[in-house]
């Protein structure tokens, strides 16, 4: 699949990502729905634009960290794989007479993340003129005799679009790319770009135990002017507060050899967290890592030592 560094720094690159979560709602409460249950604000989407969100519990604790599309018939929210069945059993969970219908296209849909300075410009080669403009929007084309749905995230570095389409056409669309001169991600190199975006996944940097606003995307994922939603009294209640006692930050560590998930950090010898994600840096002496910190110690530029090296907290994109 080629080099990690090549494809980390490659104008143009691509990855398949396998197995991730895809549910479509239908029906004309779709948006309500769908706004009493996460903590974004849906009802303004709308068709060809869209958000993330958290799928909370009554605790505030995240069931799901979710993209969520408004088409015109449509909604989908898109998450990490293995994340199907919680997210609708939650949902199922939660309709009672509304007019939606939930529909699983996990199986149906193939995903391919595409990134790279020269991305926009190899879309438009392929006919493709009209690409998703700001962040979360969305667009139906075609590439040829491929139907495509693009969506414009935050994954990885700007720009970054994930592309959708029937899952019979997958491998025709991977070999466009590549008979195109895009480079193959490996899956080391996806990690690598997403941990310097900051960018966090389900069942590695986010887990059932974590409350939303921990996971540091209230601005991108929280809306505090919308109304009464599932989890909402404990987010306001967080928000008055004016913190939480822990959050996900980014860590640059003095080491080329990143360290472990898991492992602890400390400041002035006590625990002050752990790592979730760490990855190398193409030809720089430092590694970085996505990391919970306590609320004393995740100020960028604070000290942190980690496996006996030295670290400091950093901001994220």
């Not at 769908?34 to 958290?54: H, I, S, W, Y």
């Not at 408004?70 to 939660?94: F, K, M, N, S």
Request: hydrophobic fraction near 40%.
């Amino acid at each position: 699949m080629g080099n990690k560094d090549q494809a980390v720094t490659s104008p143009v690159a691509m990855i398949p990502l396998p197995g991730r979560t895809q549910i479509e709602l239908r029906g004309a409460d779709r948006a309500v729905f769908l706004q009493n249950l996460c903590t974004n604000d849906v009802r303004k989407l709308q068709p060809g634009e869209g958000c993330e969100a958290f799928f909370t519990n009554i605790k505030a604790k995240v069931l799901a960290h979710v993209f969520i599309f408004a088409g015109t018939d449509a909604h989908l929210i898109d998450t990490a794989p293995g994340q199907t069945e919680t997210v609708l059993q939650h949902l199922d969970r939660y309709l009672i007479r509304e007019d939606v219908q939930l529909n699983d296209l996990g199986h149906q849909r193939s995903e391919i993340l595409l990134s790279g300075t020269e991305s926009p410009s190899l879309l438009k080669m392929a006919g493709v003129t009209d690409l998703p403009k700001h962040m979360y929007a969305n667009i139906e084309t075609h590439i040829d005799d491929i139907p495509l749905t693009i969506y414009r995230i935050p994954m990885v570095a700007d720009p970054c679009f994930l592309l959708a389409t029937p899952e019979e056409f997958s491998t025709k669309l991977c070999s466009f790319l590549l008979d195109n001169g895009v480079l193959a991600w490996e899956e080391g190199a996806f990690h690598a770009a997403r941990i310097a975006q900051g960018f966090p996944l389900y069942g590695i940097d986010i887990c059932s135990d974590d409350l939303a606003q921990e996971v540091n995307r209230d601005e991108q994922a929280i809306s505090y002017v919308k109304g009464c939603y599932l989890g909402q009294e404990p987010i306001a209640r967080i928000d008055a507060l004016g913190h939480v006692n822990r959050s996900l930050v980014g860590l640059q560590i003095d080491s080329p050899n990143p360290p472990m998930p898991g492992t602890l950090l400390f400041a002035n010898e006590k625990e002050v967290g752990r790592i979730t994600s760490s990855t190398t840096v193409a030809n720089q002496t430092h590694s970085l890592a996505l990391a919970y910190l306590s609320r004393r110690a995740n100020s960028p530029g604070t000290s942190i030592r980690v496996d006996g090296k030295d670290a400091k907290v950093i901001s994220l994109p």
